[in-house]
């Protein structure tokens, strides 16, 4: 039987692991402690200033990058575009401050912004694709050339004659574009005449700097947009300038379906903005091509004329 010397040995126990637990605690083991702690602390500040440091560092040298770009591009922009006429094809979350970079490089060129539209989301509107097909059957008839089975690349070849024509065939489809309570496009600055280029431009990525980004919604398919600018890019010369930051942003899109439209991803830097009117030219003259710093671009910027 356990009797009252077992209970009083095992109570003295108790108390003396407590006793000697408060002596380590207020001695020996609290300075190794707070040691250990004030050192992981400073570990920790030290990584956040090296972090802050190597973040100052890169910001620093992509505003110098931007700054010689676009002193350079004084010196070679000049004439690339002379006598061009060019409408801007806006998509949805666009910043104006893009557009505005945009639009002073082209006129740097020599070339003329004569217009801007925007393209709404029914674009993309999974529900609205049975629609999109069929309504694409009214355009055939108004195209030289609509032969493909994909009612967003008709569309798409749509929008370019009605941006890059002047005639009866061009105002009817403007005119089916712009129809409806849920339009294709709206226009933002009417065009004062048919335009020679197509500058689409989209929204920044979603990890952008001050940006709320370009993820898709529910219900929307970026993949359409494939169609309706390889169809665009048969139609006129076009460049489409965007991010491709993640899979779904808009020039990511079209790379990894294999769109035969010229891309600049990068949007909001100085050389996506510098790139536009040289990409315009150099596809003009032929050449198709992936410009920027992200997957898919084969070089950095598009060539320089001499």
Do not use: C
Not at 63 to 91: K, M
Not at 280 to 297: N, V
């Amino acid at each position: 039987m356990i009797d009252f010397r077992y209970h009083l040995v095992s109570l003295i126990s108790v108390f003396l692991a407590l006793a000697v637990g408060v002596v380590l605690g207020a001695g020996p083991l609290q300075n190794s402690l707070g040691t250990a702690l004030n050192d992981q602390v400073t570990a920790l500040r030290a990584d956040r200033n090296a972090i802050q440091a190597r973040l100052e560092a890169t910001e620093t040298a992509v505003n110098e990058r931007d700054s010689y770009i676009e002193a350079a591009a004084a010196a070679y922009l000049p004439g690339t575009l002379e006598g061009r006429d060019v409408v801007l094809a806006v998509l949805p979350g666009t910043e104006g401050k893009d557009l505005d970079a945009l639009s002073a490089n082209i006129k740097t060129a020599g070339g003329r912004v004569v217009g801007r539209v925007s393209l709404t989301s029914a674009w993309v509107d999974s529900s609205r694709e049975t629609f999109r097909s069929t309504y694409a059957g009214q355009f055939v008839g108004y195209l030289s050339n609509a032969t493909s089975a994909d009612g967003n690349r008709v569309l798409g070849q749509g929008l370019g004659k009605a941006l890059t024509a002047s005639d009866s065939n061009a105002i009817t489809l403007m005119d089916l574009l712009t129809a409806s309570d849920t339009p294709l496009v709206t226009v933002d600055a009417k065009p004062s005449g048919p335009a020679s280029m197509v500058a689409v431009v989209g929204p920044r990525g979603a990890g952008a700097s001050g940006s709320a980004g370009a993820t898709p919604t529910s219900g929307q398919d970026p993949n359409a947009w494939a169609g309706v600018f390889t169809g665009l890019a048969q139609e006129a010369t076009t460049v489409v300038v965007g991010s491709a930051d993640s899979g779904t942003d808009l020039v990511a899109t079209l790379r990894s379906a294999g769109a035969s439209v010229t891309t600049i991803d990068s949007v909001g830097q100085a050389t996506a903005a510098v790139s536009t009117p040289l990409a315009l030219a150099a596809t003009a003259a032929g050449t198709t091509g992936a410009y920027g710093f992200d997957s898919g671009a084969e070089s950095v910027m598009p060539p320089v004329k001499k």
